[in-house]
């Protein structure tokens, strides 16, 4: 009777084991990942030729100013 008494205990020892297992802690659910994003670009921007253009004009401008050249000096004869 005393082997009967141990084997059920261990039996149910076993099964109590294997029912806790996986620990006490919830399931982990993953939540699914979106999408990406795609940001296009507002159409009010300044195209990027604009700018190169304008500095070569101001360049251009500044260059082709006539400063006189001459000296002060030139004029008083």
Do not use: R
């Amino acid at each position: 009777m005393n082997i009967k008494m141990i084997s059920t205990a261990a039996i149910v020892a076993f099964a109590a084991s294997s029912v806790n297992a996986g620990g006490l802690m919830g399931a982990i659910v993953e939540e699914p990942v979106a999408p990406p994003v795609i940001v296009e670009e507002e159409d009010g921007s300044i195209p990027g030729w604009v700018i190169p253009v304008a500095i070569l004009a101001a360049l251009l401008a500044a260059s082709s100013s006539d400063s006189g050249g001459g000296s002060e000096d030139d004029s008083d004869n």
